[in-house]
């Protein structure tokens, strides 16, 4: 079983939807989360990060942590054009961080 | 602010060739810094990483090697290509209070072995 999965997409959405992205887990012990956000041929773009459970909000977006059933999400509220892009999550684990495969996003006008 | 630099942007080269990337970052003393690779569809594969002036612990034995002569350079490097090395090189860092957390990216080398 793979630490970190992510579902590939790729993800179409009409403008102005709530896209949910998500990854599940396998250890119970990681405690920081994040999501990337990456555009073509560029470098991953630290979104958001969260610790333990909960939720954190910043903008449109907000990062969701189920520790209980080791789910991690980001929503997108709003969703624009501009937002097609692939968002990877990553998860502290140990000395390194764990990646997933990331999702591509499509927004269409 | 930090910046993170990375070259060069793009770069082919034949099999059996050496490399050499280089990383370095601005704005920050004593960085945690990180040398990845990603492949299409397999995500971020961490290649390197090193806590310091001639620290390097290496996640992924192959034919590549790094070093980091300075605080804020680290270098990615192989006597001799192989066509599965190509790909999309990134190298970020961390500020060293932060651990492992909380990585910036550079903007990239994407490296095609013909």
């Known amino acids: 079983q793979k630490e970190v999965e992510q579902d590939p997409g790729p993800l179409s959405v009409p403008e102005g939807a709530i896209v949910s992205l998500n990854c599940t887990y396998s250890?119970?012990?990681?405690?920081?989360f994040m999501w990337y956000r990456q555009y073509s041929r560029k470098g991953p773009e630290l979104l958001m990060y969260?610790?333990?459970?909960g939720n954190k909000e910043d903008g449109r977006f907000t990062a969701q942590v189920d520790k209980s059933s080791k789910y991690i999400s980001l929503f997108i509220r709003d969703s624009q054009p501009s937002d097609s892009a692939t968002y990877l999550c990553?998860?502290?684990?140990?000395?390194?961080?764990?990646f997933g495969t990331g999702t591509r996003l499509q927004v269409f006008p | 602010s930090q910046t993170i630099h990375q070259w060069p942007a793009t770069l082919v080269q034949p099999v059996g060739s050496p490399l050499s990337l280089e990383c370095t970052v601005e704005g920050t003393s004593n960085p945690n810094l990180y040398w990845y690779r990603q492949a299409a569809g397999r995500g971020l594969q961490l290649l390197f990483y090193?806590?310091?002036?001639?620290?390097i612990s290496s996640e992924v034995p192959q034919n590549l090697s790094a070093s980091r002569p300075q605080d804020r350079q680290f270098i990615l490097s192989s006597k001799k290509l192989l066509l599965s090395d190509s790909g999309f090189y990134l190298c970020?860092?961390?500020?060293?209070?932060?651990?492992?957390?909380?990585?910036?990216f550079g903007p990239g080398t994407r490296l095609t072995v013909t």
């Open positions: 250890n119970s012990a990681f405690q920081y």
């Open positions: 090193s806590v310091g002036i001639g620290q």
């Open positions: 969260t610790y333990s459970s």
């Open positions: 990553a998860i502290v684990g140990g000395d390194k961080l764990i």
């Open positions: 970020a860092w961390t500020a060293r209070d932060r651990g492992h957390y909380e990585q910036y």
